[in-house]
Nanobody, 126 residues
Framework: HLQLVESGGGLVQPGGSLRLSCAAS????????IGWFRQAPGKEREAVSC????????NYADSVKGRFTISRDSAKNTAYLQMTSLKPEDTAIYFC???????????????????WGQGTQVTVSS
């Protein structure tokens, strides 16, 4: 059974940090580009960041550039999203997703991913 499971969400004060994890089971992430997405109440799901299967290419939404860092650990079959300088507008459910791209040096910030996790809630509030 192919599955992605996010963890690491929670309540944090503005300016704080969280690290989200995305663990894969039933398949190896090595061949998959990984994307992180988020959906705030009443808003559409939006792309936050992505990383190529090779790990050499990353992309970020303008709203999180310089604050969030995406990474992956092949040995742990897990991807991460390190979030710093969090703002109230970062409050959302965060999802990770995986897809295979022909070009292992690419990742895409679109919704066309094949596998999705169930999401983890991030709340930034004082």
């Amino acid at each position: 059974h192919l599955q992605l499971v996010e963890s690491g969400g929670g309540l944090v004060q503005p300016g704080g940090s969280l690290r989200l994890s995305c663990a894969a089971s039933g398949f190896t992430l090595d061949y998959y580009a990984i994307g992180w997405f988020r959906q705030a109440p009443g808003k559409e799901r939006e792309a936050v960041s992505c990383i190529s299967s090779s790990g050499g290419r990353t992309n970020y939404a303008d709203s999180v550039k310089g604050r969030f860092t995406i990474s992956r650990d092949s040995a742990k079959n897990t991807a991460y999203l390190q979030m710093t300088s969090l703002k109230p507008e970062d409050t959302a459910i965060y999802f990770c997703a995986a897809r295979i791209l022909a070009n292992q040096a690419m990742c895409v910030m679109t919704m066309g991913y094949d596998y999705w996790g169930q999401g983890t809630q991030v709340t930034v509030s004082s």
